[in-house]
């Protein structure tokens, strides 16, 4: 008698630890897992009425009738991103896949719409009273304070030169750093000259940068006469760059005598001023840092391209190439996509730079040529040598420079901590 009560206990209880667990499960699971176990539900809600569980199972089953009949749930719309690496909130006046771009007559699908929201933002840097002759867009990271305050300190201190003014904008991603990117926050609170969307820095994102810039100036600096595109870790010398394109009004026109990198007989082409790569391919080895692959690139070789250090043309070549990026796929190498394949696309020409007006590598002991235009870095630890051309180059140019209001106090500052640490050189070549 007592092992029949025992057993029928058991079975009431095991009844009572399924209809709960039933019922658990339907409280976590998704509504339309509901209808595998409304059967099952349907038996133990019966033969537990008088139990504790009636009163939960009746209202997951309200509740999942609700949601899946009443109100079903709408179709998702499969989201395909452009790269693995970008992460970016769109805006609501970002272009759809789905849009158009008008070019001339042609009109073709927008593919590689840039989407992203700007961070920081300085819109107001061109727009003064005094015409823009040249602005210097730059590719930094978040993380490169120190290569920033020294372009800051020296040759982007310069704002006017022979009545040219100049201005520099720093072009950043966004770190996935919190704490880094309130530094640079506090950063351009204070020299606003900062440019930042919400995609990643990487260097496979590098295209999205590069695009960023061209976007840009378009859009807040079009009435600049020159654009220069840099790398921070290039030296300007502002002053012969000033003077060089002041003396050249006609370098970046087609019809100029200077040499040009396929020519055609029409004259009605803008140009890129730059040092250019021809004849080269794709790196194939898959242990190298800028491995491609056939997916990625299928041809041999790519067209002719500019380096990415510095490279000279115009806000209508700027807006041209921007625009022509969103009806071409993306590719991550800035310097190809950019400059060869949308240069390519769109009739722009590149011209060699030429001695003496060209570049050249720092050096303590062999001075580079006497008129090199950009300074190109040598050694790991630049500072010293780059402190000592800027110096000099100064001090000879002194009576006719602007600085930057923000920038001359700190400039002051570190010239004389550096002379003391580092003395003069013997670099007369400057």
Same mark, same amino acid.
């Given at each position: 008698?007592?092992?029949? $009560?025992?057993?029928?206990?058991?079975?009431?209880?095991?009844?009572?630890?399924?209809?709960? #667990?039933?019922?658990?499960?339907?409280?976590?699971?998704?509504?339309?897992?509901?209808?595998?176990?409304?059967? *099952?539900?349907?038996?133990?809600?019966?033969?537990?009425?008088?139990?504790?569980?009636?009163?939960?199972?009746?209202?997951?089953?309200?509740?999942?009738?609700?949601? *899946?009949? +009443?109100?079903?749930?709408?179709?998702?719309?499969?989201?395909?991103?452009? !790269?693995?690496?970008?992460?970016?909130?769109?805006?609501?006046?970002?272009?759809?896949?789905?849009?158009?771009?008008?070019?001339?007559?042609?009109?073709?699908?927008?593919?590689?719409?840039?989407?992203?929201?700007?961070?920081?933002?300085?819109?107001?840097?061109? @727009?003064?009273?005094?015409?823009?002759?040249?602005?210097?867009?730059?590719?930094?990271?978040?993380?490169?304070?120190?290569?920033?305050?020294?372009?800051?300190?020296?040759?982007?201190?310069?704002?006017?030169?022979?009545?040219?003014?100049?201005?520099?904008?720093?072009?950043?991603?966004? &770190? *996935?750093?919190?704490?880094?990117?309130?530094?640079?926050?506090?950063?351009?609170?204070?020299?606003?000259?900062?440019?930042?969307?919400?995609?990643?820095?990487?260097?496979?994102?590098? +295209?999205?940068?590069?695009?960023?810039?061209?976007?840009?100036?378009?859009? @807040?600096?079009?009435? !600049?006469?020159?654009?220069?595109?840099?790398?921070?870790?290039?030296?300007?010398?502002?002053?012969?760059?000033?003077?060089?394109?002041?003396?050249?009004?006609?370098?970046?026109?087609?019809?100029? $005598?200077?040499?040009?990198?396929?020519?055609?007989?029409?004259?009605?082409?803008?140009?890129?001023?730059?040092?250019? @790569?021809?004849?080269?391919?794709?790196?194939?080895?898959?242990?190298?840092?800028?491995?491609? #692959?056939?997916?990625?690139?299928?041809?041999?070789?790519? &067209? #002719?391209?500019?380096?990415?250090?510095?490279?000279? !043309?115009? &806000?209508?070549?700027?807006?041209?190439?921007?625009?022509?990026?969103?009806?071409?796929?993306?590719?991550?190498?800035?310097?190809?996509?950019?400059?060869?394949?949308?240069?390519?696309?769109?009739?722009?020409?590149?011209?060699?730079?030429?001695?003496?007006?060209?570049?050249?590598?720092?050096?303590?002991? +062999?001075?580079?040529?006497?008129?090199?235009?950009?300074?190109?870095?040598?050694?790991?630890?630049?500072?010293?040598?780059?402190?000592?051309?800027?110096?000099?180059?100064?001090?000879?140019?002194?009576?006719?420079?602007?600085? +930057?209001?923000?920038?001359?106090?700190?400039?002051?500052?570190?010239?004389?901590?550096?002379?003391?640490?580092? &003395?003069?050189?013997?670099? $007369?070549?400057?």
């Amino acid at each position: 008698m007592g092992v029949s $009560t025992l057993d029928a206990n058991r079975t009431v209880h095991s009844q009572r630890f399924t209809a709960q #667990s039933v019922c658990f499960r339907l409280e976590v699971e998704p509504a339309w897992a509901a209808s595998r176990h409304f059967e *099952t539900m349907y038996r133990l809600m019966y033969r537990t009425w008088r139990t504790q569980c009636v009163g939960p199972c009746a209202i997951i089953l309200l509740v999942w009738y609700i949601t *899946t009949v +009443t109100f079903p749930e709408p179709p998702r719309k499969k989201i395909v991103p452009t !790269t693995p690496l970008h992460t970016s909130a769109q805006t609501q006046s970002s272009l759809d896949a789905s849009d158009t771009h008008l070019h001339g007559n042609i009109q073709s699908e927008v593919v590689n719409p840039h989407n992203f929201r700007y961070v920081i933002n300085n819109p107001d840097i061109c @727009y003064q009273a005094a015409p823009i002759f040249v602005l210097f867009f730059i590719h930094s990271s978040a993380e490169h304070f120190h290569a920033r305050k020294l372009i800051r300190t020296t040759w982007a201190s310069v704002s006017q030169y022979q009545d040219r003014t100049v201005r520099t904008v720093f072009l950043l991603a966004q &770190p *996935t750093n919190s704490a880094l990117q309130i530094l640079v926050e506090r950063e351009n609170t204070r020299f606003h000259d900062i440019i930042q969307e919400d995609f990643r820095e990487h260097y496979k994102n590098l +295209t999205y940068k590069h695009i960023m810039g061209l976007k840009w100036i378009n859009d @807040y600096c079009p009435q !600049t006469q020159f654009v220069v595109k840099l790398d921070d870790d290039t030296f300007v010398h502002i002053f012969r760059l000033v003077q060089f394109l002041n003396d050249n009004p006609n370098l970046l026109q087609s019809n100029s $005598t200077m040499e040009l990198q396929n020519a055609v007989s029409s004259s009605n082409y803008d140009v890129i001023y730059c040092s250019v @790569y021809v004849n080269q391919g794709p790196r194939r080895d898959q242990s190298d840092k800028w491995y491609v #692959s056939r997916e990625e690139y299928q041809a041999e070789r790519y &067209p #002719s391209w500019c380096e990415g250090f510095a490279y000279v !043309t115009t &806000p209508e070549v700027a807006r041209k190439l921007y625009q022509a990026s969103l009806t071409t796929p993306f590719f991550w190498i800035d310097d190809v996509y950019v400059t060869g394949i949308l240069a390519g696309k769109m009739n722009v020409l590149h011209r060699q730079f030429t001695d003496p007006f060209g570049y050249n590598y720092m050096s303590r002991s +062999t001075p580079p040529h006497k008129e090199a235009l950009f300074l190109l870095q040598k050694y790991t630890k630049k500072e010293a040598i780059w402190r000592q051309i800027w110096n000099i180059t100064s001090r000879r140019y002194l009576g006719h420079v602007t600085r +930057t209001s923000a920038i001359a106090q700190t400039q002051a500052e570190e010239r004389t901590a550096h002379e003391q640490k580092f &003395p003069q050189a013997s670099l $007369t070549w400057l």
